[in-house]
């Protein structure tokens, strides 16, 4: 008989592979209204963020992946992956979310990161 799931498991869903994520791209999740960007860099980090810019709402998910960040398409404001900060002068935030990679599968925690 299979023990049950603890919640902490529930909360993580698989989302494809890395296969799925361009390097250096992004890749579209929704979670009700919200949508998250599931970020790949070229050494095959695995990176998740609302596909918002914290300064005029850009699509974050189409913007250059580069050095561990995002360059929002809009305004060119610089966003670290890992963080979901703006960077340099900029100031402001966006939602960031757990991720983790088993073997080449993705899996997305669906509740955003403090």
Do not use: Y
Not at 28 to 34: D, E, H, L, P, S
Not at 99 to 113: A, H, M, Q, W, Y
């Amino acid at each position: 008989m299979n023990a049950p799931l603890s919640p902490e498991a529930l909360d993580w869903r698989l989302i494809g592979t890395l296969d799925d994520i361009p390097q250096q791209g992004a890749r579209c999740v929704k979670n009700g209204a919200m949508t998250i960007a599931v970020f790949r860099t070229a050494d095959d980090r695995v990176f998740a963020l609302e596909d918002r810019c914290p300064h005029k709402n850009g699509p974050l998910s189409q913007g250059i992946v580069h050095d561990g960040c995002v360059t929002c398409p809009l305004h060119n404001w610089v966003i670290s992956l890992e963080t979901g900060a703006a960077q340099g002068a900029d100031d402001g935030q966006t939602a960031r979310f757990p991720t983790r990679v088993e073997g080449r599968d993705v899996f997305l925690k669906l509740i955003p990161s403090v």
